[in-house]
């Protein structure tokens, strides 16, 4: 029940298309739903989040879509650049922030 | 606005052998929370600690122990180390016990 599962585990897209990675959650109790952007030897970074009492959030080329009812997520990449070749982590909690729960990572390539 | 920072960057120990691994919170936050990468997967839980004490644990046994000071940097101790132990180690702050949490670069431990 604290599963995330996240698909694909790797995506090539071309430079200037849609980059979309799916995930999907159990546990009914959690209430934020983060994704981070991981390069090669670092940390992972906070790309954007958001809670369920909203069914999308846009910041400038990332979007997430969320549906509560089908306990699913997704991440839309915009105009997909180099830049963005990285490995992409969703991830669930509950309110108080313990037991972040990470998918398994999706590796994005993107072509020039 | 100083960031996340851990310490040491890389480390090499021998099977059965302790090791303390370092974290700096990011400036005014006050959580810390520790996460065990293997190579090729997503991060895992390992423990959160809030005002010194700790506030969750993941899936992870006693071996695996921590600290945080009154100054909320952290320690994460690690006793009687297997194989199965190498990973990245990263350590990630936040402001109280909530969501959005700031990952440093992490520490690259090798045990052989």
């Known amino acids: 029940q604290q599963q995330v599962k996240q698909s694909p585990q790797s995506l090539i897209v071309q430079k200037g298309g849609i980059s979309i990675i799916n995930c999907a959650y159990e546990?009914?109790?959690?209430?934020?739903f983060p994704w981070y952007q991981q390069f090669p030897g670092k940390g992972p970074a906070l790309l954007i989040a958001?809670?369920?009492?909203?069914s999308e959030k846009k910041e400038g080329r990332f979007t997430i879509s969320f549906n509560k009812s089908a306990k699913q997520f997704s991440l839309h990449i915009m105009d997909s650049q180099p830049g963005d070749s990285a490995t992409y982590f969703c991830a669930a909690s509950k309110w108080n922030g313990q037991n972040f729960v990470f998918g398994p990572g999706t590796r994005l390539s993107v072509l020039p | 606005e100083t960031g996340v920072t851990q310490s040491p960057t890389h480390l090499i120990k021998t099977r059965g052998q302790q090791v303390t691994l370092r974290c700096s919170s990011q400036?005014?936050?006050?959580?810390v929370s520790w996460y065990q990468q293997a190579l090729g997967q997503g991060p895992q839980f390992i423990f959160q600690?809030?005002?010194?004490?700790?506030?969750g644990r993941g899936n992870f046994p006693p071996r695996f122990s921590g600290l945080q000071f009154p100054n909320y940097s952290s320690e994460l101790n690690v006793n009687a180390l297997e194989l199965d132990d190498s990973a990245l180690y990263l350590c990630?702050?936040?402001?109280?016990?909530?969501?959005?949490?700031?990952f440093g670069p992490g520490t690259r431990l090798t045990v052989t």
């Open positions: 400036s005014g936050h006050n959580t």
């Open positions: 600690y809030y005002r010194e004490e700790e506030n």
């Open positions: 546990n009914t109790a959690f209430d934020y």
């Open positions: 990630a702050s936040s402001f109280y016990r909530g969501y959005e949490q700031y």
């Open positions: 958001i809670r369920p009492d909203v």
